[in-house]
């Protein structure tokens, strides 16, 4: 017997294993819709209140235009967000990001909650407002003469407000 003869053949066993097996379903079955209701979903939502404004990490004033950064360096930028969160277990965190600062000095630039720890955000904030600081540091271990007189766009930050899942 050729190949082709063996695979049809073969074909045609199994074809007929698998349709001996739909027979085994009861004749008799039924269903019934329940009436669930509608269920809707929650709401996650982040608006800027204000401009914000610059302070050097001792609290001075900082004016990123005429200012400017060493390695070592910390500023912080402070700005208002309203918050929309909606859902019974609802949490979430406030994060600063630079990632999309764009320019040469950005790869030597971190962003870190000042302070120290993210902004937990969670139902009860529904429709407050929240302050968030950002610390902007300028690596500290640049050498050389690496990001000297080079310039970053800090147009590109942002504070991102992310639903923490719990399981």
């Keep these: 017997m050729n190949k082709v ?3 049809a053949l073969a074909a045609a066993a199994g074809a007929a294993i698998l349709a001996g097996g739909a027979g085994t379903m009861a004749a008799w079955n039924s269903n019934v819709n ?3 209701g ?24 900082f004016d990123p235009a005429t200012a400017r950064l060493v390695p070592g360096d910390k500023v912080v930028y402070t700005a208002s967000y309203k918050i929309t969160a909606v859902g019974q277990n609802l ?7 630079l990632g999309n600062v764009t320019g040469p000095l950005a790869s030597y630039l971190t962003a870190a909650p000042a302070g120290g720890g993210a ?16 610390e902007i540091t300028f690596n500290p271990a640049t050498a050389n003469q690496d ?8 147009a590109g930050a942002s504070v991102v407000l992310q639903q923490t899942i719990t399981p």
């Design 38 to 61: 509608t269920v809707t979903a929650g709401q996650l939502n982040l608006e800027s209140v204000n401009a914000g404004s610059w302070k050097w990490a001792d609290g001075t004033a």
């Design 34 to 36: 329940t009436n669930g």
């Design 91 to 97: 949490t979430a965190t406030l994060t600063p990001s």
């Design 147 to 154: 990001g000297q007189a080079q310039t970053a766009s800090l």
């Design 5 to 7: 003869t063996k695979g």
């Design 119 to 134: 902004v937990t955000v969670t139902a009860a904030d529904n429709n407050t407002t929240k302050t968030v600081s950002t």
